[in-house]
């Protein structure tokens, strides 16, 4: 637990913007059991690790906009529809410019650096349209 804290906090200073890992969501819980393995102690082991959270958060998106979708009027549907084509947009064009960030002299830390903030972004957009269907069940 605390080699996990610490792996945290070295994140946490290196991606100022990037949410912290959440204990109750089984994807933060999953990650933080990866990142205390002696495999997610390594530079290939964390970036392995966010991978996997990254793939997880990427399927409960789909789940989350599906979730919403079935709940909304058609006009309500339609813009959340442009939304998050946008948002598609948005996050690819998030993950180019990070993706230049991954040369040789910048260090192997980038790379843990733009995954985790490529899955924060992914996070945070769950947990948005999580909350919006949490609100309008409501």
Sequence with gaps: MLRRRLVV???????VAAPAIAEDDPIDVQLGTCLDSPEGMTTQGMVECIGTAYDAWDGAL?????????SLSPEEA???RAAQREWIRFRDAESNFLGSL????RGTMMRITV?????????????QLR????????
């Design 78 to 80: 339609e813009l959340l």
């Design 9 to 15: 906090l070295l994140l946490a200073g290196a991606v």
């Design 102 to 105: 991954l040369t040789v002299d």
């Design 131 to 138: 909350s919006l269907a949490d609100d309008d069940a409501n």
């Design 115 to 127: 995954n985790d903030m490529m899955t924060g972004l992914v996070k945070d957009r769950v947990l």
């Design 62 to 70: 789909n789940e989350a906009y599906r979730s919403l979708m079935a």
